[in-house]
């Protein structure tokens, strides 16, 4: 399976606020639109809207997915599902009942021992699966039972955590490279 993304910075705010557009290249050489995102504007941190229709991305829009959000200096990700922030005064839906966002997924960025000179670590966070092969939910009402803040304290249980791997410094191209084993043959 063989996905690209573009940016699309046409328009009058693109420049700041791109569009990213995700697709399925087939083998016959079309694409398959998948999925849109945009970074949200009025925002003091990078906070992304992501949408299955290329032409909706709002919040209220059907094709609202979730969306992406950073700490203040990008190091921490975290995916929301739809919900509402239980930060935020709650807004009772249509049988006075309160449903707060999920959250899907958190991303850690950790730099190496060498400070900002060479790779990051990448730590992906993902709720893990029930005994029924149910994707345990985390909709958590304080920032104390985030993903983010579970993993800080070592609480990983129902968490699947994965690690990028290390890449090794390579003379030659006075780069770090990845060894794929003969998957890619070009950078």
């Known amino acids: 399976m063989k996905c690209r993304i573009t940016r699309d910075k046409k328009g009058l705010d693109r420049g700041m606020y791109p569009t990213y557009y995700l697709h399925?290249?087939?083998?016959?050489h079309k694409k398959v639109f998948?999925?849109?995102?945009r970074r949200r504007k009025k925002s003091s941190t990078s906070n992304y809207l992501i949408?299955?229709?290329p032409t909706d991305l709002s919040r209220d829009g059907e094709s609202f997915v979730g969306k992406v959000r950073s700490n203040l200096v990008g190091t921490k990700?975290?995916?929301y599902g739809s919900g509402l922030n239980p930060v935020k005064p709650?807004?009772?839906g249509p049988e006075g009942t309160v449903t707060y966002r999920e959250e899907l997924a958190s991303v850690v960025y950790s730099t190496n021992v060498l400070g900002f000179k060479g790779p990051r670590k990448m730590t992906v966070l993902i709720p893990g699966m029930t005994g029924d092969r149910e994707r345990v939910e985390i909709r958590p009402e304080s920032e104390h039972h985030s993903i983010l803040e579970?993993?800080?304290?070592g609480e990983t249980g129902n968490l699947l955590e994965l690690h990028n791997k290390t890449p090794v410094w390579n003379?030659?191209?006075q780069s770090y490279v990845l060894n794929f084993h003969g998957r890619v043959t070009q950078a």
């Open 90 to 92: 709650p807004k009772p």
């Open 24 to 28: 399925l290249e087939r083998e016959d």
């Open 51 to 53: 949408s299955a229709d």
């Open 171 to 173: 003379d030659e191209t």
């Open 150 to 153: 579970r993993y800080k304290r």
């Open 77 to 79: 990700f975290t995916i």
């Open 34 to 37: 998948l999925l849109a995102g």
